[in-house]
């Protein structure tokens, strides 16, 4: 994809002044350059394809017992804001004749995550594409993340932690079934 660099380095440029900097300043010559670098990393989910994400990772397994992957970490982009929310993602699934390969797990959650986002959308797009790649039998999602737009500006609420859930399948209406992934992840 092209992109624009001359434009972008001339508003850049025109956002350091607004913030009272001097954009030809030793510590900022590179910055616009650096900014765009990062944001193109950081929301780099937004042009991967999930197909070449998932590549070759489903193996038939017939196991239906509970398969867990805890703390996993991420960084995503708060869309009202573009400041970053960390945290880690949790997922459970019970097979139903497939199974992904951990890593691939891991490398969806980092697909949804780098993009612009909300938590509580992030976190139903994880489940909901490991269910279309999967149909396991059921499946949860846990997220718990610091949002920066909480921690540095606003309200200004150091140690506020957001947790969303989503749950799919037979996790969806099995107390028991989300409990039991609930105390794999040290929950009571």
């Known amino acids: 994809m092209a992109w624009d660099d001359t434009g972008y380095q001339r508003h850049m440029r025109d956002f350091l002044r607004q913030l009272g900097e001097d954009p030809d300043r030793p510590g900022l010559e590179r910055t616009p350059s650096r900014v765009l670098d990062s944001m193109m990393y ?11 994400v998932v590549e070759d990772g489903i193996f038939e397994e017939h196991t239906r017992d509970l398969v867990l992957l805890r703390d996993m970490e991420f960084v995503s982009l708060c869309e009202h804001h ?35 986002q909300v938590q509580e959308r992030l ?12 149909k396991p039998a059921g499946l949860g999602v846990v997220m718990t993340a610091t949002h920066m737009c909480m921690v540095a500006r606003g309200v200004r609420k150091q140690d506020a932690d957001v947790l969303t859930s989503a749950w799919r399948g037979s996790f969806a209406g099995d107390d028991r079934a989300r409990e039991e992934f609930l105390r794999g992840l040290g929950k009571p």
């Open 82 to 116: 573009m400041l970053p929310f960390t945290g880690h993602a949790h997922v459970g699934y019970v097979p139903d004749g497939r199974i992904l390969g951990l890593s691939k797990i891991a490398r969806i959650v980092d697909h949804f995550a780098c993009r612009m």
């Open 42 to 52: 950081l929301t780099r989910g937004q042009r991967e394809n999930i197909e070449d």
């Open 123 to 134: 976190c139903a797009q994880i489940a909901d594409c490991l269910m279309e790649v999967l």
